[in-house]
């Protein structure tokens, strides 16, 4: 028995399974270029002295600078003993940035790679004392109550175990503000 082949299609179809051999190679390229970059930029916020000083609990030190070394970050925004603010913010950074195939041509591909934008940070990160803010904010804009805020270690009836609000201002001084998510 004979068959025909016609040329034409058969080069079509070899031409499609080749393109998408290689349009699935390019998106596995493409996948482990935006894991290593994914990886390098949760380290730089692990890294960064905000991050690290949240990390350290209500007992760490003032590595950023932002209280004038009185007391800490953890407790002066009020986190429960416990919560892991920073380790929260890389989860959900890690979770939400992904990557989907846009357009294929016959040269190229292109690819979309998806991250979570500032406010939609803001809206997972908030100050535990205050609806509708966000600590993230925070550290870059300013937060209130510093005058007031009291470090030590044995308070029991604070959130963080270190830190509480005095009715009293304690000290003129007030947060300083840094760059942190911004300067990423």
């Known amino acids: 028995m004979s068959a025909k082949i016609n040329k034409n299609i058969l080069n079509k179809e070899l031409s499609k399974s080749k393109m998408a051999a290689l349009e699935k190679e390019a998106f596995s390229f ?9 990886q390098n ?10 991050s690290q000083e949240l990390s350290s609990g209500p ?3 003032n590595v950023s600078n932002t209280l ?7 407790s002066f925004i009020g986190f429960e003993n416990g919560a892991k603010p920073i380790e929260d913010l890389l989860y959900i950074i890690n979770k939400n940035t992904r990557i989907k195939k846009v357009e294929s041509k016959q040269d190229e591909f292109k690819f979309e790679v998806y991250t979570p934008d500032l406010e939609e940070l803001r809206n997972v990160t908030p100050m535990p004392f205050e609806n509708g803010n966000s600590w993230l904010r925070g550290i870059e804009k300013g937060i209130s109550g510093f005058s007031n805020y009291l470090y030590g270690l ?6 963080s175990g270190t830190g509480i609000q005095s ?18």
């Open 30 to 38: 493409a996948s482990k270029v935006l894991e290593e970059k994914k």
């Open 68 to 74: 004038n070394g009185d007391g800490n970050l953890y």
């Open 167 to 184: 009715k009293n201002k304690i000290r003129r001084a007030n947060y300083k503000p840094v760059k942190y998510f911004t300067l990423l």
């Open 59 to 61: 007992s760490g030190p």
């Open 154 to 159: 044995l308070f029991g009836s604070s959130r």
């Open 41 to 50: 930029y949760l380290n730089s916020i692990a890294d960064h002295p905000v």
